[in-house]
């Protein structure tokens, strides 16, 4: 089938690519020329395993091209996917005028029958924009043309979003139309295997779906979070509380790992862009906003408590941080935790030596270069000379770490773990003061 992806971002990328990659011919098409020449050159402009080779084989095919050319996008697929930015607005709701635009693009170059697909994560009651805008322009145009509008979520995490494009639990469609329905069923049969995976819903339904599971998944953790909090305060270690809990099918055991705040792309931006839909609409979604206060508090849990530690006097000393992303395997540090942490320790005069797998290139790229923050190759190498050491993100590297060499090198053997990656016991053991988050005493 022709399929065309507007925007070469994370969720266009990886559509575009797994959907050549099950025979489809694809066309992805985007504003940004640099990042197409990259594109063609072989170059991907994100870090995803298994991507770079998913695009490299299906370029090399000739089923997936990139171009900037809009008029032959519009005329390639039958297909035509929005999967382009909806980044916050100043009050949080989503903006809107990157998916429209492109539905005017669609709109004006229209010459025959298209589904028009939203994949971005938009605010319920957008395909009716879509459908608005392009019916505005093909009026202006005088060109009467038939299309369909869907609503198509998609639900992949970074650093896993190629298995969970190619093997969804779901693919959820909002369609008002059985025809559309079909079509949508034909172009994701290689993915709907074994049993059908199909959700197939009304378009406003399709809409809010994508943002109940992120609000849904974001509550869990800022629940955790609060208990994790009030464990401390009670002696209690939330650890054995988590698995306790999730012992229950009913909880899961997923979604319910304490730690130093959710981050990332999704969660911060739809629970904000939900709470203001709910405002839009006149009611007030009060767990949704306890859902972002919790965790913009939880973001400074770990620099309170080095700051308590060092008893608020941290001007001068150098703390050691391990994981910038704002979670494992992605260099995505869109509103991760260590933004927060290392801000809060450069305001309070402390230096900061950092390591991530991968993310370096993006935290210098966010903080240019400054005195008070080093990116080292190593873990190790950022201990030497260091008063502590803060853990932020739980890449494996990190988990069972040479403790010996950690001590000898830190100034005061003084771990804050943000993910409780260890045994608060066993670091006591060590030799360690360690502080985990929501760990009865030892995280006081
Ligand atoms: C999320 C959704 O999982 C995905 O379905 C949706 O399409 C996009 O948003 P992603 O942002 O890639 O995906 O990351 P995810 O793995 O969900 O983690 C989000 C944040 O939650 C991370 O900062 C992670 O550290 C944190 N988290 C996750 C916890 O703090 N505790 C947990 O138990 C799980």
């Known amino acids: 089938m022709k399929v065309t992806v507007f925007g070469s971002g994370y969720v266009g990328l990886v559509t ?37 080779s998913i695009i490299e084989r299906n370029m090399a095919a000739k089923r997936l091209h990139f171009t900037t050319d809009v008029d032959f996008a519009v005329r390639h697929g039958l297909f035509q996917f929005i999967a382009v930015g909806t980044p916050p607005d100043e009050d949080g709701s989503a903006d809107l005028q990157y998916v429209l635009a492109v539905a ?14 939203n994949k971005s994560t938009v605010p319920v009651g957008t395909a009716d ?25 998609e639900f992949l995490k970074e650093g896993a979003a190629i298995e969970d494009f190619m093997k969804p639990d779901r693919i959820v469609v909002g369609a008002d139309n059985p025809r ?11 993915f709907n295997r074994n049993h059908d995976r199909l959700v197939c819903m009304d378009i406003r339904s399709a809409e809010l779906t994508k943002y109940a599971a992120n609000a849904m998944l974001a509550t869990k953790i800022s629940f955790m979070n609060e208990l994790a909090n009030l464990a ?74 080095v700051n ?63 005195s008070d923050l080093a990116l080292s190759d190593s873990p190790e190498a950022t201990l030497k000379g260091a008063d502590g050491l803060i853990i932020v993100t739980e890449w494996n590297v990190f988990r069972s770490p040479d403790f ?25 053991a060590l030799g360690f003061d360690y502080f985990g988050i929501g760990r009865g005493a030892s995280s006081a």
């Open 16 to 52: 575009g690519a797994c959907l050549a990659e099950v025979g489809n011919e694809v066309v992805c098409v985007d504003i940004d020329e640099g990042k197409i020449a990259r594109l063609n050159q072989g170059e991907v402009p994100i870090y995803e395993p298994g991507l770079d």
């Open 104 to 117: 005017r693009s669609i709109g004006e170059r229209m010459e025959e029958y298209r589904i028009v697909v």
């Open 129 to 153: 924009k879509v459908r608005q805008a392009i019916n505005t322009v093909l009026n202006d145009r005088q060109k009467p043309c038939e299309f369909d509008v869907v609503s198509n979520p």
């Open 180 to 190: 559309t329905t079909e079509l949508l069923r034909a172009l994701y049969a290689p």
């Open 232 to 305: 401390e305060c009670l002696g209690a270690d939330i650890e054995q509380v988590r698995v306790g809990i999730g012992s229950d099918p009913r909880i899961g055991y997923h979604f319910i790992y304490p730690g130093c705040g959710y981050g990332g792309s999704c969660f911060p931006k739809d629970v904000k862009a939900l709470e203001r839909t709910a405002r839009d609409v006149g009611y007030q979604a009060q767990l949704l906003q306890a859902v972002e206060d919790v965790n913009d508090r939880q973001k400074l849990r770990l620099f309170e408590k």
């Open 308 to 370: 308590d530690y060092f008893k608020g006097d941290l001007k001068g000393k150098t703390l050691a941080l391990w994981g910038l992303a704002f979670k494992p395997n992605t260099d995505d540090m869109r509103e991760a935790s260590s933004r927060v942490i290392i801000e809060a320790l450069w305001e309070a005069g402390a230096k900061v030596q950092a390591f991530d797998p991968v993310a370096a290139h993006e935290a210098s790229r966010l903080f240019g270069n400054r």
């Open 404 to 428: 010996d060499v950690i001590k000898a090198e830190l100034s005061s053997p003084v771990i804050f773990d943000g993910r409780n990656l260890y045994d608060p016991a066993r670091m006591k």
